[in-house]
T-cell receptor
């Protein structure tokens, strides 16, 4: 079974802090994704990566950056945390290329981040 | 602007009856469609998918129907069970999108005894 592990289930940080969210997958997937989930808005893509050191902006990249130095690890960075970044953050991975039947994205259990 | 819309935020259904969840999309380039299920405090898990070359895909109690001309898909759960109580997300993407999915806002399903 694919395992996507997010380093923290709950995190509380202060406004202005630099925040790191870590994600590790164990299935040698090329693609990795960071989403945030907010009530009434569903899941929105922040950034994704299709290879080591490669990254692409998603729909809401402002205020975030990412790092992918190793294939299995994808980090989301909040450069200067703000209260509107309080949310549930979800990491996902999938095999390379575009979506295909039988190769859906696999998600971690999420990190509930609160910015005070 | 959301390209995938789930207009019913919640659905209540009796155990044993059919649950029908609906999803509309606006992007005519979408050709891959998925449903995910999410329990509280867990990540979404893949449920079922369909490509645009089909109009129906079935997996056990779950069937997804696709109407491309109407840009509409639906998920049928028959019979509904208490364990089906969860939030269901519809998602879609073009096949050349590197797996970038657009998600709907989700529908909370509650299955009552």
């Amino acid at each position: 079974d694919v395992k996507v592990t997010q380093s923290s289930r709950y995190l509380v940080k202060r406004t202005g802090e630099k925040v790191f969210l870590e994600c590790v997958q164990d299935m040698d997937h090329e693609n990795m994704f960071w989403y945030r989930q907010d009530p009434g808005l569903g899941l929105r893509l922040i950034y994704f990566s299709y290879d080591v050191k490669m990254k692409e902006k998603g729909d809401i990249p402002e205020g975030y950056s990412v790092s992918r130095e190793k294939k299995e690890r994808f980090s989301l960075i909040l450069e200067s945390a703000s209260t509107n970044q309080t949310s549930m953050y979800l990491c996902a991975s999938s095999p390379g290329g575009g979506p295909r039947i039988g190769q859906p994205q696999h998600f971690g259990d999420g990190t509930r981040l609160s910015i005070l | 602007d959301q390209q995938v819309k789930q207009n019913s935020p919640s659905l209540s259904v009796q155990e044993g009856r059919i649950s029908i969840l609906n999803c509309d999309y606006t992007n005519s380039m979408f050709d891959y469609f998925l449903w995910y299920k999410k329990y509280p405090a867990e990540g979404p898990t893949f449920l079922i998918s369909i490509s645009s070359i089909k109009d129906k895909n079935e997996d056990g109690r779950f069937t997804v129907f696709l109407n491309k001309s109407a840009k509409h898909l639906s998920l049928h759960i028959v019979p509904s069970q208490p364990g089906d109580s969860a939030v269901y997300f519809c998602a879609s993407a073009p096949s050349d999108s590197w797996g970038k999915l657009q998600f709907g806002a989700g529908t909370q399903v509650v299955v009552t005894p």
